[in-house]
């Protein structure tokens, strides 16, 4: 007779424990898997800004360098990105910048880039090579910064007036690079947009002064 109240009372315990636990149907789903996080944008500057940030590092190099040129690098698929930057805002996620010191006679490439992708380069700047310079080489001629006052986006906008426009409308995913350099036959510091798949062998160079952004000319 005592075990018939304790046989009752252990019953009752596990008829609870039953009931307190989620049914068949009431199962607890597990938590979906995170989506992939997007591709990282990647970052872009003006030729203008970069050319600065260039320019303070490789006074790390030598103190009295002087800026030579600077190229931006767009081109489809760079960096193993299917979107990157194209430059149609006047601006680059990669800028290779020339610089020369006349007290160490050498000159030094610089690189900044905030290109995304799986074969892209490191992000920031990375220097380059030096090689021998000599001040009387006019392909290789410095400039002082003080006649920078057009910027890449700036010179763009000239050039879209110059047969840019017409460019872009037809082939939408047409690389726009730029080149900035010193022009000794005409002493004056010079932006080039370059409108093509290569730089080097563009379809349209539209050729803008980065002193006053005016006009110059287009080159074939």
Sequence with gaps: MIWKPISIIVLAFALTSCSSSPSSGEKSQAPAPATEAAEKPSDVESGRVAL??????????????????????????????????LGHDGKSAVW??????????????????????PDAPSPGITPGTEDSWSAGNSSTQTFQLNFLKSDSNQALEIAQKH??????????????????????????????????????EPQLDVVVNATSNQFVRVEK
């Design 52 to 85: 600065q940030r260039l320019y303070t590092t490789s006074r790390g190099w030598a103190p009295d360098t002087q800026p030579v040129s600077i190229q931006s690098q767009n081109t489809k698929h760079a960096g193993g990105n299917e979107n990157p930057p």
């Design 96 to 117: 290779r910048g020339l610089f020369a010191s006349e007290a160490r006679h050498s000159m030094k490439t610089y690189m900044w880039s905030g290109l995304s992708g």
């Design 163 to 200: 047969g840019g426009a017409a460019l872009l409308k037809k082939d939408p995913k047409l690389p726009v690079n730029f080149s900035l350099h010193w022009e000794p036959r005409t002493s004056m510091l010079m932006w080039h947009v370059l409108y093509g798949e290569s730089p080097n």
